[in-house]
């Protein structure tokens, strides 16, 4: 046996898979941060998926790191929201109206999942969501597709959840929903995914503009749903500046419509049980900007491992550099760092997510085997090897 097909047998075994990710998750908080950005080219053609490793030990107040590019996913007409939802080494791009592809950035792979059926009704829908998240009891991916569709008779539209299990029969399932008639598809507001749960914002109104005075639970592992009542000062009002955010494994409630202008005062409700909503006032640190004249607007990305509010515009700020923000709610301080290297002639608009390294393969759509390792490029082999000696002497 060569040493090659004996390295390729070794981390290819199942076990050397899930422990790599097992190690990859452990180790996040004290090693450092994966950033995906996915990038729009101008013609539209395509995202440039770039990641940025951020050394979540360093606790200065500004650092800059180098981007690099990992993979180019083509997008399709009619382009909505590309919001990348990064679970457990995958992510989930929703590239079109009515299509979604699937990456996992450290082997380079990607795929597009098939088109619901019956495709001729569901297009008729007006709005589309797509929600990504993880059964960490069956270790299977989902994807849940929230539409409202529209009869053709003109009469009010329905709300429907489909679900596509990346290890399934390759098909979309239509599953019941108890809690409608609630609208809960608006575009620009994503879901968040906490701890087997996917969380997205509802009403009672079919209006997109109307008040969200609710967020719906849905259970990834049991497919159940359960709606979660909103306090009434946090209900949201569709303007921007608040958002579904994940604070110590809770979901909670951000408000911060004044950070960055001037006094930085943020608004915080987190859910504790089912229905007890905590509130908290917090006045966080100015914005180092540095000599950064032009200021954008800062915009919630998400919580990221360390348990820090990630904040970033949605567009570079000078000569293709891109900040990100970090506030560590818990010592109330706020960092900044310099993403260099983007392509500053394909900025349009800049998504980013927290993302973990997995050497687990994208399964085949429509084979129901568990994940596996797809490595046969001799460089990408040389780069495995590299990551499960660093495994090794992480555990001595």
């Known amino acids: 046996m060569s040493a090659s097909?004996?390295?390729?047998?070794?981390?290819?075994a199942p076990s050397f898979l899930l422990s790599h990710l097992s190690q990859s998750l452990l180790s996040r908080p004290n090693a450092s941060l994966t950033l995906l950005?996915?990038?729009?080219?101008?013609?539209?053609?395509?995202?440039?998926?770039?990641?940025?490793?951020?050394p979540v030990t360093i606790r200065y107040q500004i650092e800059s790191v180098a981007a690099k590019k990992n993979l180019a996913v083509p997008a399709f007409p009619h382009v909505i929201s590309c919001i990348p939802q990064s679970v457990h080494g995958f992510i989930c791009l929703a590239v079109s109206?009515?299509?979604?592809?699937?990456?996992?950035?450290?082997?380079?792979?990607?795929?597009?999942l098939p088109l619901p059926r019956p495709f001729s009704?569901?297009?008729?829908?007006?709005?589309?969501?797509?929600?990504?998240?993880?059964?960490?009891?069956?270790?299977?991916?989902k994807v849940l597709l929230t539409a409202l569709v529209k009869p053709s008779d003109g009469c009010d539209g329905a709300v429907e959840h489909w679900v596509f299990t990346l290890t399934g029969d390759g098909e979309w399932r239509r599953i019941s929903c108890p809690i409608t008639p609630y609208f809960s598809v608006s575009i620009g507001r994503t879901s968040t995914y906490i701890d087997g749960s996917i969380y997205w914002l509802a009403n009672y109104d079919r209006d997109y503009h109307a008040r969200m005075t609710h967020?719906?639970?849905?259970?990834?592992?049991?497919?159940?749903?359960?709606?979660?009542?909103?306090?009434?000062?946090?209900?949201?009002?569709?303007?921007?500046?608040?958002?579904?955010?994940?604070?110590?494994?809770h979901l909670g409630i951000i408000d911060y419509r004044e950070f960055g202008y001037?006094?930085?005062?943020?608004?915080?409700?987190?859910?504790?049980?089912?229905?007890?909503?905590?509130?908290?006032?917090?006045?966080?640190?100015?914005?180092?900007?540095?000599?950064?004249?032009?200021?954008?607007?800062?915009?919630?990305?998400?919580?990221?491992?360390?348990?820090?509010?990630?904040f970033a515009p949605s567009v570079p700020t000078a000569n293709s550099m891109y900040c990100v923000f970090f506030y560590d709610i818990t010592v109330n301080l706020l960092r900044r760092f310099?993403?260099?290297?983007?392509?500053?002639?394909?900025?349009?608009?800049?998504?980013?997510?927290?993302?973990?390294?997995?050497?687990?393969?994208?399964?085949?759509?429509?084979?129901?085997?568990?994940?596996?390792?797809?490595?046969?490029?001799?460089?990408?082999?040389?780069?495995?090897?590299?990551?499960?000696?660093?495994?090794?002497?992480s555990r001595l």
């Not at 950005?37 to 951020?54: D, G, H, N, R, V």
């Not at 983007?342 to 393969?361: F, G, K, W």
Request: with cysteine; charged share 20%.
């Open 5 to 12: 097909t004996h390295w390729h047998s070794t981390i290819s």
């Open 37 to 54: 950005f996915t990038i729009p080219k101008p013609s539209a053609e395509a995202y440039l998926i770039y990641s940025a490793a951020i």
């Open 97 to 112: 109206f009515h299509s979604v592809c699937i990456c996992n950035p450290t082997t380079r792979q990607s795929f597009t």
């Open 121 to 141: 009704r569901l297009i008729r829908a007006s709005h589309f969501t797509y929600s990504f998240g993880f059964d960490p009891a069956r270790n299977q991916h």
């Open 215 to 249: 967020a719906v639970e849905f259970d990834v592992g049991s497919e159940d749903f359960r709606l979660v009542e909103l306090p009434d000062e946090a209900q949201f009002d569709g303007k921007a500046g608040r958002s579904l955010v994940e604070i110590d494994g």
């Open 262 to 310: 001037g006094r930085n005062g943020i608004k915080i409700w987190v859910l504790e049980g089912n229905t007890n909503w905590v509130k908290r006032s917090i006045m966080v640190p100015a914005p180092d900007w540095g000599d950064i004249q032009d200021r954008p607007r800062l915009w919630y990305q998400g919580t990221i491992c360390t348990g820090e509010m990630m």
């Open 338 to 393: 310099n993403i260099q290297g983007l392509p500053e002639r394909c900025i349009d608009t800049v998504y980013i997510a927290d993302h973990v390294e997995t050497l687990l393969s994208l399964p085949r759509v429509g084979c129901r085997q568990p994940y596996h390792c797809l490595i046969k490029n001799p460089k990408d082999l040389v780069i495995a090897v590299m990551l499960m000696g660093m495994l090794l002497s």
